[in-house]
């Protein structure tokens, strides 16, 4: 199950009867102290308590408080109030903020009497995410804004923009301007000069700075900064002119109170990629490490794949990038769109659960303590589900400071059984409406048209060829749900003679002795992208048409039957006689429900 977030701070500060307290910072995990909790106290006028910061980085602020008689306000070094509560009010909040290493205050101001339930301030990461604005497929632009504001903006303190809302011309600009404001830093990116890793020219110092000096994002004043994008690790000397030109950037007046980040693959691989790494450790820039993971078939290799690309891996940035670990990001990509990026190959694999993996390992494993941020990419890439998971790992590990996983779900879920159709038709029941109407197939190319990132994974499937007379049927009985919880089905259903179809293929999805969700359920079409291309089908001129079907359900017993039918109702074929619909990619798995 998924465990709740709460206040769980390391110790408590139970007797505060002056006006001033210390606590030192208590480590949680890899990036995350405690370093002051105040505890039932009723407060009139104004009280101050001292904490101090191991490094420059993020406080969090939490508290829950009520206030009567005048307004509540809190503030740290006397700056500007960081949380306010007005007469009458009582509510749990939040707010984060940037501060340098040393000594600060933090002070209570009430107006008249305010009960403050409990307070905690912790040292947090920079938690970073790209982007603010990017869509997950399968939401409308204003449920889009209402799941930002709910469930994804409050644990993140450092957004990614796009160009378009910097220079005023995209539908959130408005979201943009009432977060602007709030404590948070906002990065705008921009793609790096073609160097020959991306098949451009070697360039001088000169060249590299007239380029990053020449971007419109780069000298806006509503970004603190700018992330570039990217660097994998090529040997060649445009990488150390790239560290020149940063390190003259922050030497200048009119650029050094701006941050360059970048995001980087392995650079502790060669002399010019480290002097880049060694650049932005002594700017004070960020490396945002992309870690695009993808499933592997058991937990045993998907442990053994995160023992090598980020153990090991980051060891050895910490052993040739001195200062890199501390000035770094994970970037975990959380590919979940279809037609766009999967990083879940399998079917059978809980892609939560993985997510929950790496994030495990960050906060955990000695090779990252210090780590100074947790990042994600990208929105855009997303389902909805998948989007709200990652603000929680964001919020279980970086802000709570959490050891334990997120979640105690398999890797594997137990639930149906070869729903990619590899052993095929093994596990499932058939009901056929005529000879040889439902078979397994194996097609190349069909896993890559799905935008699936690995081959051949997808290359199996069924089929199912509509009778005039009665539909095709397929079902599993699905095993180890636990009455009560959400759980979610998905498949990609697609016209297996005619891939160019742009129709919708009718299919009906039905659950035994469980109560399906309709609302909650949709089917979204996507075609393959440009950089899937399966002949014929370009993604351009020529595309692979799929539908790609969610379907939520609450279980009322330890099983369900799922049947699945080529019929779109009872007497209702839906479609010509004749079509030939492939389906795979058909999983179970408990549905993440925010609170």
């Known amino acids: 199950m998924i465990r709740p977030s709460t206040f769980l701070p390391a110790f408590i500060l139970f007797a505060l009867i002056t006006t001033v307290a210390r606590a030192e910072p208590e480590r949680r995990n890899n990036h995350t102290w405690d370093l002051l909790f105040i505890d039932k106290q009723n407060v009139e006028g104004k009280r101050t308590f001292a904490f101090s910061t191991p490094t420059t980085r993020w406080i969090y602020i939490g508290t829950r408080a009520k206030s009567w008689g005048g307004a509540f306000r809190v503030s740290v070094d006397d700056q500007s109030d960081i949380l306010v509560f007005q007469d009458g009010e009582s509510d749990t909040r939040e707010a984060m903020r940037h501060l340098p290493a040393g000594d600060h205050t933090l002070t209570l101001h009430a107006g008249g009497t305010a009960k403050l339930y409990h307070m905690v301030v912790r040292s947090v990461p920079e938690i970073l995410m790209h982007n603010l604005t990017d869509k997950p497929f399968d939401l409308t632009h204003e449920i889009h804004t209402e799941l930002l504001e709910r469930h994804v903006i409050p644990p993140i303190n450092t957004f990614l923009v796009p160009r378009a809302l910097v220079i005023g011309d995209h539908p959130l600009v408005p979201l943009f301007e009432k977060y602007r404001d709030s404590g948070r830093r906002w990065l705008a990116g921009y793609a790096a000069f073609g160097t020959p890793d991306v098949g451009g020219d070697s360039f001088s110092v000169d060249e590299a700075l007239e380029f990053i000096t020449g971007q419109e994002v780069v000298n806006s004043p509503l970004v603190h900064g700018t992330i570039c994008d990217e660097f994998t690790g090529y040997n060649d000397v445009s990488y150390s002119n790239y560290a020149e030109a940063y390190r003259r950037l922050k030497a200048s007046p009119e650029y050094r109170d701006k941050l360059f980040y970048i995001y980087v693959g392995n650079l502790y691989g060669n002399e010019p990629g480290r002097d880049l790494a060694a650049s932005i450790v002594e700017t004070g820039g960020l490396l945002a490490w992309e870690r695009y993971?993808?499933?592997?078939?058991?937990?045993?290799?998907?442990?053994?794949?995160?023992?090598?690309?980020?153990?090991?891996?980051?060891?050895?940035?910490?052993?040739?990038?001195?200062?890199?670990?501390?000035?770094?990001?994970?970037?975990?990509?959380?590919?979940?769109?279809?037609?766009?990026?999967?990083?879940?190959?399998?079917?059978?694999?809980?892609?939560?659960?993985?997510?929950?993996?790496?994030?495990?390992?960050?906060?955990?494993?000695?090779?990252?303590?210090?780590?100074?941020?947790?990042?994600?990419?990208?929105?855009?890439?997303?389902?909805?589900?998948?989007?709200?998971?990652?603000?929680?790992?964001?919020?279980?590990?970086?802000?709570?400071?959490?050891?334990?996983?997120?979640?105690?779900?398999?890797?594997?879920?137990?639930?149906?059984?070869?729903?990619?159709?590899?052993?095929?038709?093994?596990?499932?029941?058939?009901?056929?409406?005529?000879?040889?109407?439902?078979?397994?197939?194996?097609?190349?190319?069909?896993?890559?048209?799905?935008?699936?990132?690995?081959?051949?994974?997808?290359?199996?499937?069924?089929?199912?060829?509509?009778?005039?007379?009665?539909?095709?049927?397929?079902?599993?009985?699905?095993?180890?749900l636990e009455p009560g919880r959400l759980y979610a089905f998905h498949m990609m259903v697609g016209d297996f003679g005619d891939l160019s179809n742009g129709q919708t293929a009718a299919v009906q999805v039905q659950f035994g002795k469980a109560v399906q969700l309709g609302d909650k359920s949709h089917s979204k079409t996507f075609h393959n992208p440009p950089h899937r291309k399966v002949p014929p089908y370009d993604g351009e001129e020529t595309k692979a048409w799929w539908t790609y079907h969610r379907h939520l359900f609450r279980a009322r017993s330890d099983t369900a039957k799922v049947t699945i039918s080529d019929w779109a109702g009872l007497d209702n074929p839906g479609g010509p006689a004749g079509q030939e619909i492939v389906m795979n990619y058909i999983q179970v798995h408990p549905y993440f429900a925010s609170e």
């Open 293 to 480: 993971l993808t499933t592997k078939s058991s937990e045993s290799a998907a442990r053994e794949h995160l023992d090598e690309v980020l153990t090991k891996q980051g060891q050895a940035y910490r052993d040739n990038c001195p200062g890199s670990i501390e000035h770094m990001a994970v970037c975990f990509g959380f590919f979940s769109r279809p037609g766009g990026h999967m990083a879940n190959m399998y079917p059978g694999v809980n892609h939560k659960v993985y997510l929950d993996m790496q994030f495990h390992v960050v906060a955990n494993d000695p090779v990252f303590k210090d780590v100074y941020g947790l990042m994600g990419y990208h929105s855009g890439y997303s389902d909805e589900e998948t989007l709200r998971w990652m603000a929680h790992l964001f919020r279980h590990y970086g802000i709570e400071g959490r050891t334990d996983r997120a979640t105690d779900d398999p890797y594997v879920s137990p639930h149906l059984v070869n729903g990619d159709f590899v052993d095929g038709l093994a596990g499932w029941m058939v009901d056929a409406a005529g000879e040889n109407s439902v078979r397994a197939v194996t097609q190349e190319g069909l896993g890559f048209l799905q935008a699936r990132d690995g081959k051949p994974q997808g290359d199996t499937a069924v089929v199912l060829t509509r009778s005039k007379n009665q539909p095709n049927r397929i079902s599993q009985e699905l095993q180890d």
